[in-house]
């Protein structure tokens, strides 16, 4: 099993939409969560830190559920812009916060 | 701030023969990561160093691949010798314990 799961994708939907991402983990000693924002041919970028009670930015919502082991994240009225591969990472305390990625799950926004 | 630091951006070699990727890291950052990312993967995890110290290095190819970070700053990934399947971008990465990464902008690895 992989440390890390994400669905591929591709996500594809109408601008203004919602759109939800999970992403599941194997370790339960994990510690840290991580949501990242990939465009293509480019560095993966920090969208957002996961915290044990959630977290919004804007139109992003993330959320960790420890109990299932997965992180989600959410985008609320989906732009044009978005559209990008959205990467989880997860680091625990147990091998000195090496930092795991998932394989990604790519969004495309349509007009 | 300075972001990290990447050279070469582009390198095409032909198999056998060896290469060499540079990084600096931000500054203060003790974490350094260098990952391989092949196409329409997510990044995997070759080395992470703390200072000048490895922490792991499970899935480093150790037979072609070496890693150092002399005085706990900048690193250098060397692949000798390379093969096809090493075509990829080998982004390294930076952080303070705990948190999340900044990732340079990647070297792109063709072996041909």
């Not at chain 1, 994708?9 to 601008?15: L, M, R």
Request: hydrophobic fraction near 35%.
């Amino acid at each position: 099993r992989k440390e890390v799961e994400q669905d591929p994708g591709p996500f594809n939907v109408p601008e203004g939409a919602t759109v939800a991402f999970n992403c599941t983990y194997s370790n339960s000693a994990s510690q840290s969560f991580f949501w990242y924002r990939q465009d293509c041919r480019k560095e993966p970028k920090l969208l957002m830190s996961v915290y044990s009670s959630g977290n919004e930015d804007g139109r992003f919502t993330a959320q960790l559920n420890r109990a299932s082991q997965y992180i989600s994240l959410l985008i609320r009225d989906s732009k044009l812009s978005d559209s990008a591969t959205y990467l989880c990472a997860v680091t625990d305390l147990d091998s000195s916060y090496k930092l795991i990625f998932g394989s990604g799950t790519r969004l495309l926004v349509r007009p | 701030e300075a972001g990290v630091a990447q050279s070469p951006r582009y390198k095409i070699i032909e198999k056998r023969q060896s290469v060499a990727f540079w990084c600096n890291p931000i500054s203060g950052h003790a974490t350094l990561y260098w990952y391989q990312q092949i196409l329409g993967q997510g990044p995997k995890l070759l080395i992470q160093f703390q200072n000048n110290g490895v922490v792991d290095d499970s899935q480093l190819p150790k037979d072609r691949f070496s890693a150092e970070r002399l005085k706990g700053v900048d690193s250098t990934l060397k692949i000798q010798p390379a093969k096809l399947e090493d075509s990829a971008v080998y982004l390294c990465a930076s952080t303070l314990v705990g948190r999340g990464a900044f990732f340079g902008q990647g070297t792109r690895l063709t072996v041909v």
